[in-house]
Nanobody
């Protein structure tokens, strides 16, 4: 299974970006999907996750109220709408498919990972 993330870029503080992540097949349709991010020299941190139906989502405190995760009806594409971006949001953003159907912040529950897309927010 391959995941392809896209939508990253260089923006200014306060701007918005929308990330997309598409799976190579409908593997993710019965599984929760999530977004993580990793800044240089730091660990990979949880950002947001959505359950297999797209009806329940969870967020890291640092992005709550600014980011919104969603998925398409087929279930193979997940999106991350990022508003009011801050310089501290700068990182490589990676999408992942969970082993479970419910959303989780635990990195260990994610089996398939994409290569990531760079998001850089200038002040």
């Amino acid at each position: 299974v391959q995941l392809q993330a896209s939508g990253g870029g260089l923006v200014q503080a306060g701007d918005s970006l929308r990330l997309s992540c598409t799976t190579s097949k409908r593997t993710g349709s019965n599984n929760a999907m999530g977004w993580f991010r990793q800044a240089p020299g730091k660990e990979r941190d949880f950002v947001a996750a959505i359950d297999w139906r797209g009806g329940s989502a969870i967020y890291a405190d640092s992005v709550k109220g600014r980011f919104t995760i969603s998925r398409d009806n087929v279930g193979s594409t997940v999106y991350l709408q990022m508003d009011s971006l801050k310089p501290e949001d700068t990182a490589v953003y990676l999408c992942a498919v969970s082993l479970r159907s419910r959303a989780s912040a635990a990195r260990s529950e994610y089996r398939y990972w994409g290569q990531g897309t760079q998001v850089t927010v200038s002040s």
